[in-house]
């Protein structure tokens, strides 16, 4: 089957992206795919003191990108920081950009843990978002998809048949296992029961490893982080950035016409 990194469109690219994809693909060799940190996860899933063993998983960070409505070269960064157990934001931060290269899909480039809304091994290179981040601060990464990238035969009317099928509607979770055997990442869908009561209403998220943990792990963390379809690092991260934006358009523009 060869390499299924390989396997992805061949449309005609610029030299600068060629650059990026050299840079993707030198960093790509240190992703570690396994649990590399010191704290431990709940021993049966809640967040209470006693299911854990040694140093609790106290907090989980969550970062995005929102694009200025009336700009588009303007971005807000933003970070924010919850308390696994109530799911309330602890802290949160802006940096407001103007970019100087427009988004190109595949190149969207504390302490404990970092969840990004971007793909990370689940990407037509095998290094989303979340696995850069993830190796750049050398931190654990999980990567939170809301669309999938057609990789190694996966397509989204193929996944759509997983989920539909009936052997799989009673998990929370399918893994995604592309043509060449490689086990890319995961599909969640959050009560899945319930929204498969209504015909197409189905809105997965696409779960995959960023860097330094295991996709079994990821998967199990990303089920303590979700109030709402998306888990809620990812979700306060995406509202508190849009909204940022909003609130500051008046100075942003004035700040960027200089």
């Not at 030198?26 to 396994?34: D, Q, T």
């Not at 990407?123 to 190796?135: D, E, T, V, Y």
């Amino acid at each position: 089957m060869g390499d299924p990194f390989l396997q992805i469109d061949k449309i005609p690219i610029s030299s600068e992206q060629s650059n990026w994809i050299e840079a993707q693909d030198s960093l790509k060799r240190n992703i570690v795919l396994e649990d590399d940190f010191v704290w431990t996860m709940p021993a049966n899933g809640s967040g209470t003191e006693e299911s854990f063993k040694g140093e609790k998983l106290r907090f989980i960070g969550g970062v995005d990108l929102s694009f200025s409505k009336d700009d588009p070269s303007i971005a807000c960064g933003s970070l924010v920081v919850v308390n696994l157990d109530s799911l309330n934001v602890v802290y949160d931060d802006f940096t407001v950009v103007q970019l100087h290269i427009p988004y190109i899909p595949g190149f969207l480039a504390f302490r404990e843990l970092l969840m990004v809304d971007g793909n990370g091994l689940l990407h037509p290179r095998g290094f989303g978002l979340a696995c850069h981040l993830g190796i750049m601060a050398n931190l654990p990464t999980i990567g939170i998809g809301k669309n999938l990238h057609h990789v190694d035969g996966l397509t989204q009317s193929g996944v759509k048949q997983l989920i539909e099928a009936k052997e799989n509607c009673a998990k929370d979770h399918i893994t995604l296992t592309g043509n060449s055997g490689h086990v890319w990442g995961a599909v969640r869908e959050i009560d899945i029961l319930a929204m498969r009561s209504t015909e197409g209403s189905s809105k997965p998220i696409f779960i995959s490893t960023g860097h330094r943990i295991s996709l079994d792990t990821c998967i199990k963390v990303v089920k303590m982080c979700c109030k709402y379809r998306v888990p809620e690092p990812i979700r306060q991260a995406d509202i508190r950035s849009r909204s940022y934006l909003q609130k500051h358009a008046g100075a942003i523009k004035k700040v960027h016409m200089q």
